[in-house]
C-alpha cells in the first residue's frame, strides 16, 4: 500500500491538497482511502467515527472521532481496573460525562491509522492511503509518538516482568499493596502491538512525507526547522508543494510585486533537497470535486513504489586509517540544526538526542554499545558523534 502524509505550515492548504491527491489517485482506478479531522469541502464523507464513506469517483474517505475515541477508551479502561477501583472507593464516570483531554486528538489519529493498516474495513486492501496530517510542528510530533510511547510502555512495565505473575499473590502479601493485575500487562500488550502496527507503516518503504506551503518568507522559516525534526526521525519527503502559485507577468503593481516575492522563495526551493511541485492558484476557494480536480493532477501519488530510502544515518570507521585516531563515527545529518541548541546524553544502549525543539532516543548499533563517547561535532549539517572502543568490552586483538 502506497502511503502519503500530508503536512505543512498552518493555512497552506494541506488538506484540500491531500483530498486533491487521493481524488487524482481514486480516478486513475486505485483503490484509494483519505484520513482527515475535519470535513472537506467538496467531498461527502462519512461522519467523524463512521467507517469510511464511498465519495465522488470511489474515494474512500474516513474522518476521526477524538471525542469518541478518548471516551471509549477511558470507559474501558474503567471497566478492566473495577476491582483496584472498588478497593479505592473511586465513583466512575459516565461516558456522557467525559470531556476529551489534550493529546486525544492524536491518539485517535493513530489509532485510525492502525485501523487503516490493519484493514479493518475493506477485505481487500487500499492500493493508496493519503492521510492529512495536523500542522507541520505537531505532525512531525504525532509521527514520533509511537515510538516513544512503546518505550514508556517497555520501560513502565516491562515485559519479562510478566512471568512473575505467580508470585504476584505472595508478594502482594509481603509488600502489603496489591501487585499490577493481568489485565494492566495485557492492555500494555495490545497497546503495544497496535503501536507497532503504526511504527511499521511510517517506517514502510512505500510511506512518505508532502510538504505543502505556500511560497513565502513564513513558509520558508518553519520549513527550515522542520527539516531538523525529518532527518532526525529519518522521514522520506517525496515532494514540496508550492501550494497557491500566482500568475507572473501581472499588469497590476500590487499583484505583480506578490509573485516577485513568491518566485524568489520557489527560486530557494527549487535548489532545496526537495523535488518541487507547483500548483496554481485557483483564484477561489474549492467548494466542490471539480475544483479539487486540476489541483490533484499537479500532485497525484506516484503509482511506483518507491526504491529502498538510503541510510539516513552512517558510521564511518578510522581506526584503521594511518594517523587516525581508534574511534568509530556516528554521522546523523541534521540540516538546519543549531549547535547551541543540540543536546547530546548517553544513558546505557542509548543516545538522546535533542536538537532544538525536536526529541528523539536513538537506539545504539552493537558495535556502538561496547564504546564511550568521545565527542561530537557538529559540521556542514551532519552530527558527528565520536565512539573510543572500551578496553573492557571489544574483543582484543592477539
Known amino acids: 500500500m502506497r502511503t502519503v502524509l500530508v503536512t505543512g505550515p498552518g493555512g497552506s492548504g494541506r488538506t484540500t491538497l491531500a483530498a486533491a491527491s487521493a481524488l487524482a489517485a481514486a480516478r486513475e482506478g486505485r483503490r484509494t482511502l483519505l484520513v482527515t479531522t475535519d470535513p472537506v469541502p467538496g467531498l461527502t464523507g462519512s461522519p467523524a467515527g463512521a467507517a469510511p464513506a464511498v465519495t465522488a469517483d470511489g474515494l474512500?474517505?474516513?474522518?476521526?472521532?477524538?471525542?469518541?475515541?478518548?471516551?471509549?477508551?477511558?470507559?474501558?479502561?474503567?471497566?478492566?481496573?473495577?476491582?483496584?477501583?472498588?478497593?479505592?472507593?473511586?465513583?466512575?464516570?459516565?461516558?456522557?460525562?467525559?470531556?476529551?483531554?489534550?493529546?486525544?486528538?492524536?491518539?485517535?489519529?493513530?489509532?485510525?491509522?492502525?485501523?487503516?493498516?490493519a484493514g479493518d474495513w475493506s477485505e481487500d486492501r487500499y492500493d493508496v492511503l493519503v492521510v492529512d496530517l495536523p500542522p507541520l510542528a505537531d505532525a512531525l510530533a504525532l509521527l514520533a509518538l509511537p515510538g516513544q510511547l512503546r518505550r514508556y510502555l517497555r520501560r513502565l512495565l516491562p515485559p519479562e516482568r510478566q512471568a512473575a505473575r505467580a508470585?504476584?499473590?505472595?508478594?502482594?502479601?509481603?509488600?502489603?499493596?496489591?501487585?499490577?493485575?493481568?489485565?494492566?500487562?495485557?492492555?500494555?500488550?495490545?497497546?503495544?502491538?497496535?503501536?507497532?502496527?503504526?511504527?511499521?507503516?511510517?517506517?514502510?518503504?512505500?510511506?512518505?512525507?508532502?510538504?505543502?506551503?505556500?511560497?513565502?518568507?513564513?513558509?520558508?522559516?518553519?520549513?527550515g526547522r522542520a527539516r531538523t525534526g525529518i532527518a532526525l526521525h529519518g522521514l522520506r519527503v517525496d515532494t514540496l508543494v508550492a501550494n497557491r502559485v500566482l500568475p507572473r507577468h501581472s499588469s497590476d503593481p500590487w499583484f505583480a510585486d506578490l509573485a516577485a516575492r513568491q518566485d524568489k522563495c520557489l527560486d530557494l526551493w527549487r535548489a532545496g533537497p526537495e523535488a518541487l511541485t507547483e500548483v496554481p492558484h485557483l483564484g477561489r476557494d474549492p467548494r466542490t470535486a471539480d475544483d479539487l480536480a486540476?489541483?490533484?493532477?499537479?500532485?497525484?501519488p506516484d503509482e511506483r513504489t518507491p526504491g529502498p530510502a538510503p541510510d539516513p544515518w552512517w558510521t564511518e570507521d578510522t581506526r584503521d586509517e594511518p594517523g587516525g585516531d581508534?574511534?568509530?563515527?556516528?554521522?546523523?545529518?541534521?540540516?538546519?540544526a543549531v549547535k547551541e541548541e543540540l543536546r547530546l546524553v548517553r544513558r546505557g544502549d542509548e543516545l538522546l538526542l535533542t536538537a532544538g525543539e525536536f526529541h528523539r532516543t536513538l537506539r545504539l548499533e552493537s558495535a556502538l554499545r561496547r564504546c564511550t563517547v568521545a565527542g561530537a561535532a557538529l559540521t556542514d549539517g551532519v552530527l558527528r558523534v565520536r565512539f573510543a572502543p572500551d578496553p573492557e568490552l571489544w574483543p582484543r586483538a592477539r
Open 326 to 336: 581508534a574511534l568509530l563515527t556516528w554521522c546523523l545529518p541534521l540540516p538546519g
Open 294 to 300: 486540476p489541483l490533484g493532477a499537479h500532485c497525484v
Open 167 to 223: 508470585l504476584r499473590p505472595m508478594l502482594a502479601q509481603i509488600a502489603g499493596v496489591p501487585m499490577p493485575a493481568q489485565w494492566l500487562y495485557e492492555a500494555a500488550a495490545r497497546k503495544d502491538t497496535e503501536l507497532a502496527a503504526v511504527e511499521r507503516l511510517l517506517g514502510d518503504r512505500t510511506t512518505t512525507l508532502r510538504l505543502v506551503a505556500e511560497p513565502g518568507p513564513a513558509a520558508e522559516d518553519a520549513l
Open 60 to 117: 474512500h474517505h474516513v474522518r476521526t472521532d477524538s471525542a469518541g475515541h478518548f471516551r471509549a477508551e477511558l470507559t474501558a479502561l474503567q471497566d478492566r481496573a473495577s476491582g483496584v477501583l472498588d478497593l479505592l472507593g473511586a465513583n466512575r464516570m459516565d461516558g456522557e460525562e467525559l470531556t476529551e483531554l489534550p493529546g486525544s486528538h492524536q491518539l485517535a489519529l493513530l489509532h485510525t491509522l492502525h485501523r487503516a493498516a
